[in-house]
């Protein structure tokens, strides 16, 4: 469903140049919820935007379903996005809009007629439990109401890949667990295949069936999820500390 070739990331600002993402190769199957896993910097947000070209890769191929996305026009561009759905760990909405109206708008992008717009987002809302919340503004929501209604604005256009990055990060472990829940169900209900940016490996381990470690911008394991063989340093670290921190536990950097 979702292919990287070769793809990498340079960052050039005022003379200063980062390589965020060296070449890498990745393979998302159909239906399938993959893990990028890393530290902070590892370059995590970076390989999951290019995924819907929110960054432009320096160099590779992006293709989603069979299309490559870095030879298309904006037009084109615009409705590639649209099978693909993206939510954030700040939750991203405008607060000046009910919870409704911030579902409606991704369907007002979309161009759907104005008449079918709010039957679509009560839809959305309906589907991750908030109907009785269309009215409300995003102040007056718990944090795990705001994701909610956040995925129902990712859901509105009926995607069939949905980028989550970070996204139960800023939630409490009873919030973050009943978002993971809702997610999985929409994973195996409509087959929407996902891509999780998270450092948390509880969330990879309940959620995805692949995953890749990143460190410093590379690859540096490829985890089946479901018997997990962590390779290097830092996929060990992972996995140790999914069992709780003891004064045994190695850190996989000498000056970390
Ligand atoms: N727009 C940008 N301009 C310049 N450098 C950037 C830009 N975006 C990211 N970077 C750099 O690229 C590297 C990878 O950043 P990225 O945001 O992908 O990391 P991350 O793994 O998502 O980290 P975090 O867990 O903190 O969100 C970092 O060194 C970052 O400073
Ligand atoms: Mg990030």
């Not at 954030?88 to 161009?111: C, D, K, M, P, Y």
Request: proline share 4%; aromatic share 4%.
């Amino acid at each position: 469903m979702i292919e990287l070739i070769q793809v990498s990331k340079t960052f050039v600002t005022r003379g200063q140049t980062v390589h965020a993402l060296a070449p890498t190769d990745l393979t998302v199957p159909q239906g399938s919820v993959y893990g990028l896993l890393g530290f902070s910097g590892a370059g995590k947000s970076t390989l999951l935007r290019l995924i819907n070209r929110l960054e432009e890769p320096s160099g590779g191929q992006v293709r989603v379903a069979g299309a490559d996305l870095t030879g298309l026009s904006q037009h084109a561009l615009r409705q590639a996005r649209q099978q693909v759905g993206m939510i954030f760990q700040q939750f991203n909405l405008l607060s000046s809009r009910t919870a409704l109206e911030n579902v409606a708008l991704s369907l007002e992008i979309a161009g759907l007629p104005r008449a079918r717009q709010h039957a679509r987002a009560r839809e959305a809302l309906a589907a991750v439990g908030l109907s009785d919340k269309e009215k409300a503004y995003p102040a007056q929501l718990s944090g795990g109401q705001k994701q909610r209604v956040a995925i129902a604005r990712a859901l509105a256009t009926d995607p069939k890949i949905l980028l989550c990055d970070e996204a139960t990060s800023a939630l409490d472990p009873h919030t973050a667990l009943s978002i993971l829940r809702l997610l999985k169900q929409l994973n195996r209900e409509r087959g929407m295949t996902m891509v999780m940016v998270t450092h948390d490996i509880k969330v990879a381990s309940y959620l995805c069936e692949h995953a890749v470690i990143l460190e410093k911008g590379r690859v540096v394991d490829r985890i089946d999820m479901q018997a997990p063989q962590p390779q290097s340093l830092l996929g060990k670290f992972f996995f140790e500390t999914a069992k709780g921190w003891t004064d045994q536990t190695a850190l996989p950097q000498e000056d970390a």
